[in-house]
T-cell receptor, first 109, second 117 residues
Framework: KNEVEQSPQNLTAQEGEFITINCSYS?????LHWLQQHPGGGIVSLFM???GKKKHGRLIATINIQEKHSSLHITASHPRDSAVYIC???????????FGPGTRLSVLP | DADVTQTPRNRITKTGKRIMLECSQT?????MYWYRQDPGLGLRLIYY???????NKGEISDGYSVSRQAQAKFSLSLESAIPNQTALYFC????????????????FGPGTRLTVL
């Protein structure tokens, strides 16, 4: 069974800090998805990865296929980054994504 | 206008009632999904549909049914609601990205908060 774990579960940071959120999974995957859930509940896609690294603005996502691990980094964090960050993976032989429990980030001014 | 819409956004109902949650999309995607989210748990797949004639059970389909009325519409029904179906429900769509490495990026609706008393 494909398990997805995220750490930390909760994270509080001061504005401007560098943030790292981790995701680990148990089986070979074809894709990994990072999503952001706003305090109001809406969910938006941030990145889809199958290898290497992607960057969008202050967000960077990396994946290490051999170690079955991905990280989401936020540089120069801002209070508007406060949200739940969700990692989801699709197994090599699976059609659908399995979601992690999320990491709740609070960035204080 | 939102690409994926859900109605209602909030619903309070009583045990035993039949409830329908509706999802519409303007993204032109063939693939549609229903998920539920409970506090402390990841999103869990209830049902999914890869085209109008295709319906598949997900991880937690017991107590739910779905209808894919058109490419743009995917409805979730709770035939006889029970309190442990109290949750946040999300509809999503995706595009498998034919001709290139499949991405299947998920596009989510705003969610429906359902409370079963």
């Amino acid at each position: 069974k494909n398990e997805v774990e995220q750490s930390p579960q909760n994270l509080t940071a001061q504005e401007g800090e560098f943030i790292t959120i981790n995701c680990s999974y148990s089986v070979g995957i074809s894709a990994l998805h990072w999503l952001q859930q706003h305090p109001g509940g809406g969910i938006v896609s941030l990145f889809m990865l199958s290898s290497g690294k992607k960057k969008h603005g202050r967000l960077i996502a990396t994946i290490n296929i051999q170690e079955k691990h991905s990280s989401l980094h936020i540089t120069a964090s801002h209070p508007r980054d406060s949200a739940v960050y969700i990692c989801a993976v699709r197994g090599n032989y699976g059609q659908n994504f399995v979601f992690g429990p999320g990491t709740r980030l609070s960035v204080l001014p | 206008d939102a690409d994926v819409t859900q109605t209602p956004r909030n619903r309070i109902t009583k045990t035993g009632k039949r409830i329908m949650l509706e999802c519409s999309q303007t993204k032109g995607h063939d693939r549609m999904y229903w998920y539920r989210q409970d506090p402390g748990l990841g999103l869990r797949l209830i049902y999914y549909s890869f085209d109008v004639k295709d319906i598949n059970k997900g991880e937690i389909s017991d107590g739910y049914s779905v209808s894919r009325q058109a490419q743009a519409k995917f409805s979730l029904s709770l035939e006889s609601a029970i309190p442990n179906q109290t949750a946040l429900y999300f509809c999503a769509t995706s595009d498998p990205g034919w001709g290139r490495i499949s991405t299947d990026t998920q596009y989510f609706g705003p969610g429906t908060r359902l409370t079963v008393l």
